[in-house]
């Protein structure tokens, strides 16, 4: 059984920055695909990120070059680094880990706003 912790979510103006951290522990996260969603109000959950286990990323369009996603499997951690955040970015920010059934986080709000 795996479980994650997030952290790093906040209050951020408009280009800042931010970076999530997800820590897992009791399971094999580090051969597992791993990842980050988000939900904004009103709206469905959508993938922002993955990344293999072995470090291969893959991002939405609307981050890509303004998000990075890496892990430590060292450390069994998982980090979203957000860069030129937008109002529009602001969402509940979910870890994921694709064992079946999936595995998430609890979440971590991230707000953008002057």
């Known amino acids: 059984q795996v479980q994650l912790v997030e952290s790093g979510g906040g209050l951020v103006q408009p280009g800042g920055s931010l970076r999530l951290s997800c820590a897992a522990s009791?399971?094999?996260?580090?051969?597992?695909?791993m990842g980050w969603y988000r939900q904004a109000p009103g709206k469905e959950r959508n993938l922002v990120a993955l990344?293999?286990?072995?470090?291969?990323?893959t991002y939405v369009d609307s981050v890509k070059g303004r998000f990075t996603i890496s892990r430590d499997n060292a450390k069994n951690t998982v980090y979203l680094q957000l860069s030129s955040l937008k109002p529009e970015d602001t969402a509940v920010y979910y870890c994921y880990v694709r064992t079946f059934p999936a595995t998430w986080g609890q979440g971590t709000q991230v707000t953008v706003s002057s």
């Open positions: 990344i293999s286990s072995g470090g291969r990323t």
């Open positions: 009791g399971g094999i996260s580090s051969i597992l695909d």
